[in-house]
């Protein structure tokens, strides 16, 4: 066994990828069965962009908090409820205009917990909290978010635009350092203000309005393998992600094996043609970011690792759907 061949069992067997396999066939019943399921820039992108009379679409996303976050660590979970869903806006190209939560928990110092990360993550992100459910003697203890947004319609940022022979490009903040709760968290946040955070986050505005990118998504809990390979199955595409570059990127004081693994707590993933990239790594420079390739689209719809050249098949989308699929719309 080489390190390659390590490394693709690892991530094939992580939690953060292993738990999308069931996305498919929850994805298809929607699709297929609720009231206009198949609708443009709908399940699958990171925010549903709902068309308006305006030059604006209204974005809207909704992420939740796994419980043991919330039972150990209940301010970071309202937090991180927050964050969640405000990066699924930028990914879009968006701002975000509001907030709206639904808490659970038995235990009030829990509950008061949480609200008070979620207070902390309004203030930073600049984002109202607008609406609310509370069940406050509940046996299951939860913190789901949900954020609203608009973009110009010129501007929206798909995550199923990547097309053939685009380079591959993570954006992120070097300066950081592992999260606090979550091990696999690399956190660009904390004692940072909140002009500063806006600043780095609003690089996709930027990006957005000068249209230097094909596809986009935020780097999830899938960390960056994981939502690398859920943007070329959502585009119809294939892919090498080289983790040689990867390796060569990574913050000094993490090892690649936890960085392809790590949700980026502001970092993005971009498809970008070859030629527009010398302008994506400026734009991301005026936003306190670092632009790093790491990889590239092609036609085979098949994800591919390759390091020190050899290269090994990680998911093979001609076989079926396996995280995110789309169908034939927009």
């Known amino acids: 066994m080489t390190r390659l061949d390590d490394i693709l069992e690892m991530l094939v067997n992580f939690d953060g990828i292993s738990r999308k396999f069931v996305l498919p066939s929850i994805i298809d019943k929607l699709r297929l069965n609720s009231f206009k399921g198949d609708t443009p820039h709908g399940l699958g992108e990171d ?18 908090i796994v419980e043991d976050l919330c039972l150990g660590h209940p301010s970071a ?46 203030r930073t992100f600049k984002i109202p909290i607008v609406r609310g459910h509370t069940s406050p003697d ?46 696999l968290g690399w956190d660009s946040v904390t004692d940072r203000t909140s002009e500063n955070v806006v600043k780095r986050l609003s ?36 892919g090498i992600i080289d983790l040689d570059l990867i390796d060569r990127a990574r913050p000094k004081n993490v090892v690649l094996e936890d960085w392809l693994r790590m949700y980026i707590s502001l970092g993005f993933l971009v498809a970008t043609k070859e030629e527009n990239f010398p302008d994506l790594k400026q734009v991301a420079n005026e936003h306190d970011l670092s632009a790093c390739r790491i990889g590239s689209v092609d036609d085979t719809r098949k994800v591919k690792l390759s390091m020190s050249g050899k290269s090994l098949v990680m998911f093979d989308f001609t076989k079926g759907p396996v995280l995110t699929p789309r169908t034939g719309h927009d």
């Open 77 to 122: 979970a309202g937090f991180n409820a927050v964050l969640a869903n405000i990066m699924d806006i930028y990914a879009a190209g968006g701002t975000p205009t509001s907030f709206a939560v639904a808490l659970s928990y038995s235990d009030p110092e829990i509950g008061e917990a949480i609200l008070d990360g979620l207070i902390k993550g309004s």
């Open 203 to 238: 690089v996709m505005n930027d990006i957005a309005e000068r249209h230097l990118v094909t596809a986009s998504k935020d780097v999830s809990v899938a960390g960056i393998a994981g939502t690398a390979a859920m943007m070329l199955e959502y585009s119809g595409k294939g």
């Open 138 to 183: 509940s046996t299951s203890t939860y913190v789901v978010g949900s954020a609203t947004g608009t973009v110009h319609k010129n501007n929206i940022l798909t995550a199923g635009g990547a097309e053939d022979d685009n380079v591959l490009v993570v954006l992120f903040d070097r300066t950081g350092q592992r999260g606090a709760h979550y091990k």
């Open 47 to 64: 925010s549903a962009a709902i068309g308006t009379e305006s030059d604006e679409l209204v974005l809207l996303t909704t992420d939740a």
